[in-house]
């Protein structure tokens, strides 16, 4: 009996760790935020009657608050301490009224000065969100004091409860889950399902997050630190995203991930220090990518409660291993260091003493891969088999695994990349103990006439308020903020964000800037009006702003109008400074630099046009950042050289292309709209001219975090040219096509585009796939003349066409054509039911490693997995030559992805992008 041995193959360079950053734990602490209160906000003390001082019952006037908050309200603490007695309810309170709840809701506090404390019965429930949508909850501190299980629950039976942010709370004490999101005993409706969790801290809790429930999907946790705790996440089903992450001293694991098999979940970039163990899992996908785990004890036998976890099912100990699942998995870049599990802690219970870093139990999955590579390990482990073999512990089965060692010398696709991973140490925190939020208001009302008796302002007056709003603001700079209260602001030309170190900011989705000027309407095949497109703009971002966008929407006035809502331009005379993300702090006053905390453009009602209408970033030299906490809507960068993050991308499209070819005549929107004389290469004002199609300075980074999108009528992705880009965690549901990537070439004739283009370089896209299902089988992906490599790492690949009946249309079709030659692998795929069929035609390979048929019926009437060595028109598994450098370029891109991520929203760490190739 070997349950560890995989440590052989995963771990394979032994290393001592070595301090990146000082760490104090003690000096660690929930910020204080110092909130300018806005004419829009409730406040529980001045309208409500609560008192703040810990002695009151303040229960029965937070609930009068509650119960007033409406769509597009703000509920604000000021600081205080608010006695709790019972359970605090928000959202609907008439089930039988349609679409009851509350949408783009906001709950504010001032972080470690507002404090929740219960007072009522054990194992209450602190405060209930059902049917709260769409909605922010900011800077308090749920306190359960061991007398409350749950600080909050999500539990909906109205309205499905998605895109919330929590942000900068903090949950200690609680009996139970600290947070609960669906639990299957109370007979739920709605999922709560892309939920962002971001620097928060759980400490002193038996469990810190539990995610219960079927279609809970896609909850993403970011800069958290668990301290203290039972267990840090367990999800028990749905799937979720960890990344930036710190645990500490969890008493039975860290995260558990729970028995979708046939959704991935993600932990990347993830500290874990002094805890029972790292990570458990029974038959879920994992990707583990970049994390460090130190000083784990492995994984006692059962607590003396033994009933409390009896729920958490029989296997969570693992043998002594700081991380052990089941299902499919892919462990990269993580390092062990100093374990403390021991002989004496684990004999008397399995008989087995070895402590190891890694160990599996399948079961009957006992085809699904273990993909592994770059890992390091301490040389204290006592493990001795070196040889690559692993067995698994399943009852009656002693079957080999489908084991692929990346880091195995000997094998045809070892390719040690040359982009490192960040480099976290057991020192690494990503929890911040301070918080920037906007420092003055400035707020509409005072820019914009009142009405005068019945008649209101124009959408003209409407217009030039809110420019005059902007620009107050931008002069003023310092942090300060033009803030637009619930209501809709037509506009009737563009509104421009000129200025440095200012925010712009709304009542969350309540707040909507509807379009009534000239729109452009593009069919495919015609000619491009680049004068109707300057002028279809909402907002315009200056080249060399600095701006933050808070929550707010840009919609246009009819569904389907092609018009850009927000247009951010590249910095001018910048193309010698670096990134600052490579090289912080060197000229970058005078770039282009935005961050959108959240933005909502009505994504799922529109679908793929020659002209994507969300946000569009052109020309974006190589020192401009675009980073975007929170989007739902269509992104489209045009000849970037710089850089674009999302971290949580909800719904829409993604377009990445190069400038427009100098054939076509365009106006040059960054200076004033001077014609580009095509002629020359240059702008009538001696601007640098666009670039041309195929320049390599034109291939930036578009990388993405966490991105889900459903329901789109076309490719969700369309990329043009030799683009890089880079997802970690990718979910698609009933979408038509996938990933549609054309050569400059294959766009002759559409929109204007030219044939006439010089030689590019090739491509780079690498996709961490968690579920990607079309409704659409042929085609699932089209490659069309498009020069690059391909990599898919894990991931469900379904169709769900309905004429799907069986047969060969189940296939999911990958088409590879045209000129050039597109490298395509996918390691650890899992198709469901059917296979892929790859049509090729031309210089073309695909690659697979690792790929799986699932599908949800066997001999048992369990899972059953098929072992897929080739498909139709592809009879290699691994091309000569080609498998190895696709593999690990995509690896390299993910791994730059993380350090970019880090440099950018972490800069304390002291990582920087150290992986660009010359642009």
């Not at 349609?98 to 949408?103: I, L």
């Not at 046939?262 to 002094?274: E, F, N, Y």
């Not at 003055?440 to 308020?465: L, M, W």
């Not at 390691?827 to 039911?833: E, L, M, R």
Request: proline letters at 6%.
């Amino acid at each position: 009996m070997r349950p560890c041995a995989v440590v052989a193959v995963a771990l394979a360079t032994v290393v001592k760790p070595v301090s990146v950053q000082g760490w104090n734990p003690a000096v660690v602490t929930q910020p204080i935020l110092p909130w300018v209160p806005r004419s829009d906000w409730i406040n529980v003390q001045g309208h409500c009657g609560a008192v703040g001082d810990g002695k009151n019952d303040d229960t029965a006037a937070l609930q009068r608050c509650f119960r007033n908050m409406t769509s597009g309200t703000a509920i604000y603490f000021p600081p205080g301490t608010y006695r709790i007695t019972d359970t605090l309810e928000l959202g609907c309170f008439n089930l039988s009224a349609p679409h009851c709840g509350v949408v783009a809701g906001r709950v504010y506090g001032h972080g470690a000065a507002t404090v929740l404390a219960w007072d009522g019965e054990v194992n209450g429930t602190m405060l209930w969100s059902h049917g709260v949508t769409m909605s922010r909850y900011i800077g308090l501190h749920f306190d359960c004091r061991g007398i409350a299980a749950t600080a909050l629950q999500h539990l909906s039976e109205t309205l499905y409860e998605t895109e919330i942010l929590h942000e900068v709370h903090r949950f200690s004490n609680c009996l139970g889950s600290a947070v609960s999101v669906d639990p299957p005993w109370k007979g739920h409706v709605t999922a709560s399902a892309e939920m962002l969790f971001r620097n928060i801290l759980w400490d002193s809790n038996t469990v810190g997050v539990r995610i219960a429930a079927f279609n809970d999907y896609d909850n993403t946790f970011d800069g958290c630190l668990f301290r203290n705790n039972g267990i840090g996440i367990d999800v028990g089903s749905g799937n979720s995203y960890v990344r930036n992450t710190r645990f500490e001293n969890s008493s039975v694991y860290d995260y558990n991930a729970g028995w979708v098999y046939w959704l991935h979940s993600s932990i990347h970039r993830v500290v874990s220090v002094g805890s029972e163990a790292f990570i458990r899992g029974s038959g879920t996908g994992l990707e583990i990518m970049d994390c460090h785990v130190d000083s784990w004890f492995g994984g006692e036998p059962y607590p003396a409660n033994k009933s409390n976890w009896s729920h958490y099912g029989p296997n969570f100990n693992k043998f002594g291993s700081a991380i052990g699942v089941s299902g499919q998995v892919q462990l990269h870049d993580c390092t062990f260091t100093n374990p403390r599990c021991n002989a004496s802690m684990h004999e008397h219970a399995y008989k087995y003493a070895q402590c190891c870093g890694f160990s599996a139990d399948p079961g009957e999955q006992s085809m699904w891969p273990i993909i592994a590579s770059n890992n390091t390990i301490d040389p204290g482990f006592n493990v001795t088999d070196y040889e690559g073999a692993m067995h698994w512990q399943g009852p009656g089965n002693n079957s080999e695994p489908h084991l692929v060692n990346l880091s195995n010398p000997a094998s045809p696709l070892y390719n040690p990349g040359h982009c490192p991973a960040t480099g976290i140490t057991s020192e690494s925190n990503f929890y911040k103990s301070a918080w920037p939020i906007p420092a003055r208001v400035f707020e509409y009302s005072s820019f914009i006439p009142p009405p005068n008796g019945s008649k209101q302002p124009t959408p003209d007056q409407v217009t030039a308020a809110v420019q005059a709003c902007i620009s107050a603001a931008a002069t003023a700079g310092n942090g300060a903020i033009a803030y637009f209260p619930k209501g809709v602001y037509p506009l009737t030309e563009t509104v421009t964000l000129a200025g440095r170190n200012f925010y712009v900011g709304g009542a969350g989705y309540q707040t909507q800037f509807v379009w009534k000027g000239p729109v452009v309407n593009h069919t495919a095949g015609a000619a491009r009006n680049a004068t109707a497109e300057r002028l279809a703009v909402m907002w315009r971002v200056a080249g060399g702003s600095q701006v933050t966008v808070e929550t707010l929407q840009l919609w246009p006035s009819n569904a389907g109008d092609d018009v850009t809502r927000l247009l951010i331009e590249g910095s001018s005379g910048t193309a010698g400074i670096p990134s600052p993300l490579e090289s912080p702090g060197l000229g970058v006053e005078t770039c282009t630099d935005v961050t959108i905390l959240g933005l909502e453009l009505d994504a799922y009602n529109e679908a793929m046009r020659v002209f994507p209408s969300g946000v569009k970033a052109v020309e974006l030299a190589r020192c401009d950042v675009v980073d975007i906490v929170h989007i739902d809507g269509d992104v489209h960068a045009v000849g970037s050289a710089g850089t674009i993050l999302i971290g949580f991308h909800t719904a829409g499209q993604v377009v990445i292309e190069p400038s427009p070819p100098p054939t076509l005549a365009i106006v040059d929107q960054r200076d004033g709209g001077e014609n580009h004389d095509a002629s020359t290469g240059t702008n009538s004002d001696g601007a640098a001219p666009f670039r041309a199609w195929g320049d390599p300075a034109a291939s930036g980074f578009f990388g993405e975090m966490m991105r889900f999108t459903c329901c789109t009528h076309d490719f969700t992705t369309r990329i043009i040219g030799p683009q890089t880009y880079a997802v970690g965690a990718y979910y698609q549901e009933s979408g038509n096509n996938e990933f549609y990537l054309s050569g400059i070439d294959s766009m002759a004739g559409m929109g204007g585009w030219s044939n006439d283009t010089p030689a590019q370089q090739r491509g780079r896209i690498a996709i961490h796939g968690i579920k990607l299902f079309t409704m659409q089988a042929d085609p699932h992906d089209l490659f069309e003349g498009w020069d690059g490599d391909a990599f898919f790492s894990g991931g469900l690949f379904s169709t769900q066409t309905e004429d799907c009946d069986d047969g060969a249309q189940c296939n999911m079709t990958v088409i590879l054509n045209g000129t050039g030659t597109t490298n395509l692998a996918y390691v650890g795929a899992q198709p469901w039911d059917y296979p892929f069929t790859f049509k090729v035609s031309g210089t073309h390979t695909v690659t697979q490693i690792g790929t799986v048929v699932t599908n949800a019926s066997g001999p048992t009437g369990g899972r059953h997995v098929t072992p897929l060595q080739g498909n139709q028109n592809v009879p290699d598994a691994v091309v000569p030559g080609v498998s190895a450098e696709v593999i690990r370029g995509g690896y390299d891109l993910l791994r730059r992805l993380g350090r970019l991520d880090l440099a950018r929203h972490y800069p304390d760490l002291g990582v920087r992008d150290v992986c660009g190739e010359p642009r």
